[in-house]
């Protein structure tokens, strides 16, 4: 409540109001109509220890009477007009009066008093009196008055104006406003009537053009009439794409506006639409603030405006990684819903909920909230309600819990709801998912039966989209079941309608089965020529385009059908630098999203950049779908124009990407850059199969592997055996064996792993060579980290990349923190007693570093590590990390704090993965030794996953990390041994490896405590190795040795 009648205060002083200017303004007219109207319309409109003050600036004696004497505007005017005698005062009180009879009282007193003849407002008047609608015989749209000002303001209590007189003042005033002058006064009279009648007649581009250079209307009095005034406007800029403008306009009127006249209500209406603009920007951390000054009011808001505020404010929570946060005001917002009895809004709060939850993977309550929705549907008898949640779990089953068989069960379930009321595009909802199940199966039969039923009812119902859709399954299925003409003629049948209006996936859906039929056609040249171009426009977008909420572009299936055609296409006709390439860009493919998110760019646009960068896309994106539904000269075209776009985006972000376009690597280079017995095992998902490629210096090959429900489960429980430390050796000789890993090592030493889906957590390090006695035979068994040493990349492009050499102000910088005040901060974090005695220990270790600072306990805090981090070589965190299964930029990492908020921080104590690309970080290597600080390994097609992710983007050049939760008692001797190694000049691959073989010797096995560390980036050593020195030193003494015995001999010649 403080913060925002402090805000208001705020507001308020942003309207210049200076009594003695608006009058000085106002007393330069005289007692004409409009001054006397703006002068009492200021008067009542102002706060009450202001008026006294505007009452002394007024000069005219009768207008200062007349408010003397009145408590309302009305009353005023009707006093200062007994004297006045004006036609257009008299009009104002006509219009303010909703009483017929007091109208007629008020026409006849004025017209039967004094010798004057009704004047040229007689008509107008007598229309007022009668309360009727005014015709074009009755007023001259051509010609503007103040008295037409008045009539299309005044509308509430005697509306004369109706649509038609507003089109005829619009149609006749819209080419010329800026061609006439009025005075200063009239100007903006004529402004603001002409925006009126635009916006009653929805001209939005009418209004737009008045204002957009010039937003000043200083005649028109503050108040609520210019508030909605400027509301209008602001609206007007929002229909036209200026979200810029629209919050502009909030800013500098119509909040201050709204603070001044008093009227708290619309000022919360603005804030929540202006909360709305910020969340379509991706500008969530202002939108956050906005929407918590609302709930800060919330008991001055309605029931139904409290659940839309609490719905906005989890939406930006949900958008900045505030997971605790979303799920609070998530249950306030339904606790709001139960008690009013909105179903609507609980349902919605149901659905939200469990999205959420399957984000996060958390299948119980994710299943809890599907329950809830579904009891409440049965409660209402919303048949339709049912049949869609069953819909969502159907698909639940299907895409989370990988049990396809009991997702067709729910959907039989689900097709006896169905009955002759069903909406038939509910029923085909139904069909059409049970259809796509079937189709990843292969059941081409029951699957082609379903997509002629909705095929036919798509027909029947003029539904073009679906029918469209439904054609280009179909084509798939033919194709795949050697129907090749029957497919063609589905595809040819698609083209013959017009297809620019569908979406982007549809379309590379269309253009994909298209490819394929001419692949199976034999017409490879034509196939090959068609992939590429589709290719390269579906790569363009990811680019460019991203979901503004998540940063994110989804791969959608469409999508990745497309990327396993053409990776088999490309493998069928032996094309190995291709297909690797594309195989490294699917993995790769949100890489700009991290740099491109909103949540990073919002921090460093301004809202005109931002908008500039949105209407780019969305114009990127129109461009794309005509794009790959024209041929020939268009199509050149149309590729130039997106070239140009992208390049002005390209220029906007510039500065700021540290992403830039994909750079095709040639293999023969990629090989040169392989040492000796080095492989690079190279993994890319795409829908069921895992492409691996195996790199050396003499070969490549590439492997199709089908991961199938048995396969995933396989993985998984091999995960939850390690994460918990029971873990199961069984299983992960199975991993290597279906990965084809376990023999690997008798011809190499050294693994770089390009990995993806599992084998982001999942070391392959850990496997066992040959088959484990029992699957707890820690002990006996021999581990592929025992023979080779083993690191990470992000992408192809990293084995060659090129690092410039870089000075620091700090050699190594620790950060350990053993308390985290859970009671003050609102965290649930184990202590880590061990974690400050780690750093001093690491950085005591460290004898050949002379430049080191530990921060630990007090001096750990955010804004330390914001100083410090971009300043030290090696950094070291010894303290709680959490990873977004969801999204890498939510990933977080915990400081010390106390109860307050520091500056800068999002939320107290932590940072999270977003915040660091502004950080400038160089650090040659960071080592994150602390809970859960390894990659996501559920979204696809991201390259490096989690925290690590974000940090290599985010300019750091090696990271060491954990992929699961660790004892920090093992945690610190590991590091120890790990810098231990460092010290004496070994790469961070093999000094890694050297720890890890310790600590199977001499601590512990288990791979669960020697397994989750994994290196990702520069693998190069730190420091030469101390015998490297040593001789370099003596190399150089004998050079220098030999110099001063030449320049002896020089000296003897001479």
């Not at 179909?474 to 795949?480: D, G, K, P, V, W």
């Not at 794309?624 to 124009?641: A, N, P």
């Amino acid at each position: 409540m403080h913060t925002l009648l402090f805000l208001s205060a705020l507001l308020a002083a942003q309207i210049q109001v200076d009594p003695t200017e608006y009058a000085e303004r106002y007393n330069r007219e005289g007692n004409s109509p409009h001054s006397v109207w703006a002068q009492v319309t200021l008067y009542y409109s102002s706060p009450d220890e202001i008026r006294p003050q505007l009452l002394q600036a007024i000069q005219s004696d009768i207008v200062r009477s007349g408010i003397r004497e009145s408590e309302s505007a009305e009353g005023a005017i009707l006093a200062i007009n007994r004297t006045l005698r004006d036609e257009s005062l008299l009009l104002f009180n006509l219009l303010l009066e909703p009483d017929g009879e007091v109208r007629s009282t008020l026409y006849n007193s004025f017209y039967s008093e004094g010798p004057q003849l009704p004047g040229e407002l007689a008509a107008v008047n007598e229309a007022a009196r009668d309360g009727r609608l005014l015709t074009e015989g009755d007023i001259d749209v051509t010609q503007f008055h103040f008295h037409q000002f008045l009539i299309f303001y005044y509308l509430r209590n005697n509306r004369l104006a109706d649509e038609l007189l507003f089109d005829s003042f619009v149609e006749h005033w819209e080419q010329r406003f800026d061609l006439v002058e009025f005075g200063p006064f009239i100007d903006d009279l004529f402004r603001a009537t002409l925006s009126k009648a635009a916006f009653e007649v929805d001209r939005y581009s009418v209004m737009y053009s008045i204002f957009e250079d010039n937003l000043e209307l200083p005649h028109i009095p503050p108040s609520t009439l210019k508030r909605n005034l400027f509301w209008g406007i602001d609206f007007a800029f929002y229909s036209q794409g200026r979200l810029d403008k629209s919050l502009a306009v909030q800013r500098d009127y119509t909040l201050p506006l709204s603070a001044y006249v008093g009227d708290s209500n619309g000022r919360l209406s603005i804030l929540v639409s202006q909360g709305a603009y910020l969340i379509e920007l991706g500008n969530f951390q202002r939108a956050r603030e906005v929407f918590r000054q609302l709930v800060d009011n919330i008991d001055s808001i309605s029931d139904r405006g409290k659940v839309i505020v609490y719905n906005n404010l989890s939406l930006v929570y949900f958008n900045t990684g505030e997971t605790d946060a979303y799920v609070e005001t998530q249950l306030r917002a339904l606790d709001l819903a139960r008690a009013t009895g909105n179903t609507d809004y609980q349902d919605e709060i149901y659905r939200n909920l469990h999205v959420f939850y399957r984000k996060f993977r958390n299948w119980d309550l994710a299943e809890d909230y599907l329950d809830l929705a579904e009891e409440l549907a049965e409660q209402n008898d919303n048949r339709s309600g049912l049949i869609a949640i069953n819909i969502s779990r159907a698909l639940f089953e299907k895409e989370y819990l990988n049990n396809t068989e009991q997702a067709l069960r729910v959907l039989d379930m689900t097709e006896k709801l169905i009955d002759q009321d069903t909406d038939y595009r509910l029923r085909d909802r139904v069909l059409k998912t049970k259809a796509d199940i079937y189709l990843e199966q292969q059941n081409w039969v029951e699957s082609e039966r379903l997509l002629n039923r909705i095929l036919e009812s798509s027909a029947s119902n003029s539904n073009t989209a679906n029918y469209l859709q439904t054609l280009v399954n179909l084509a798939q299925i033919r194709a795949e079941t050697g129907r090749l003409s029957e497919a063609a003629e589905n595809i040819n049948e698609f083209r013959t309608y017009d297809t620019s209006v569908l979406p982007f996936r549809v379309l590379v859906y269309a253009n994909t089965v298209s490819s394929h039929i001419q692949s199976l056609r034999g017409d490879v040249r034509q196939a090959g020529t068609e992939f590429a171009d589709l290719i390269e426009v579906v790569f363009e977008r990811a680019r460019n385009s991203s979901d503004v909420e998540s940063g994110y572009w989804n791969l959608e299936k469409e999508y990745t059908y497309l990327f396993e055609t053409y990776a088999d296409f490309l493998i069928s006709q032996n094309r190995i630098d291709e297909v690797i390439n594309l195989l490294d860009r699917v993995r790769t493919i949100n890489d700009a999203s991290l740099t491109d998110s909103p949540l990073v760019q919002a921090s460093r646009l301004n809202d005109e950049q931002l908008l500039e960068e949105k209407n780019l896309r969305d114009e990127m994106d129109r461009l794309r779908r005509q794009l790959v539904s024209t041929s020939g000269q268009e199509r050149l075209q149309i590729k130039s124009d997106l070239e140009q776009l992208s390049a002005q985006r390209r220029a906007l972000l510039r500065q700021y990407s540290g992403t830039p376009d994909y750079e095709e690597v040639k293999l023969w280079s990629l090989k040169r850059n392989l040492r000796p017995q080095q492989v690079m095992v190279h993994i890319t998902e795409i829908n069921s199969h895992y492409y691996t490629a195996f790199i050396d210096r003499d070969k490549t090959e590439i492997r199709k592997l089908e991961v199938t429900e048995a396969t995933r489960n396989l993985f998984e429980s091999a995960l939850e055996s390690i994460f918990t430390g029971e873990t199961d050796l069984m299983k992960f000789y199975e991993i290597g064996r279906f990965l084809g890993l376990n023999s690997l090592y008798e011809d190499y030493s050294s693994f770089i792993i390009v990995p993806d889906g599992y084998l982001y957590q999942l070391p392959l390090a850990v496997m066992p060579v040959r088959l484990p006695d029992t699957p707890f035979s820690y002990g006996s068994t021999e581990y592929l980290i025992e023979r080779a040493d083993f690191y990470m990349l992000n992408s192809l492009k990293d084995l060659t990349k090129k690092e410039e050499n870089i000075s620091y102000d700090y050699d190594f910088a620790g950060f350990g923190v053993a308390d985290f005040k859970n009671e003050e901060t609102g965290r649930s974090l184990v202590s880590l007693p061990r974690a400050p005695e780690e750093v001093r220990s690491v950085a005591d270790g460290l004898q050949r570093f002379d430049k080191s600072r530990s921060f630990t306990n007090q001096e750990a805090t955010s804004a330390d590590f914001r100083e410090i981090a971009g300043k030290t070589r090696v950094l070291h965190m010894a303290t709680h990390s959490e990873v977004s299964d969801s999204d890498p930029l939510f990933s977080t990492l915990h400081f010390y704090a106390d109860g307050d908020t520091q500056d800068g921080e999002t939320v107290k104590g932590q940072l999270f993965a977003y915040e660091l690309f502004d950080l400038n970080l160089r650090n040659e290597l960071v080592m994150l030794n602390s809970c859960e600080s390894g990659g996501d390994r559920y979204l696809q097609g991201t390259g490096i996953m989690g925290i690590n992710r974000a940090l290599r983007y985010a300019g750091v050049r090696s990271l060491v990390l954990n992929a699961w939760s660790v004892n920090d008692h093992y945690a610190a001797e590991f590091a120890n041994l790990f810098y231990e190694y460092l010290n004496e000049g070994l790469s961070k691959s093999e000094s890694l490896q050297k720890a890890k073989m310790d600590f199977i010797k001499t601590k512990n096995a288990n791979p669960h405590f020697w397994g989750p560390y994994i290196l990702n980036g520069d693998n190069r050593p730190l420091l030469a190795r101390e015998a490297e020195t040593t001789s370099n030193t003596l190399l150089a003494v004998l050079f220098l040795l030999s110099i001063s015995v030449v320049i002896g001999r020089k000296r003897e010649w001479v």
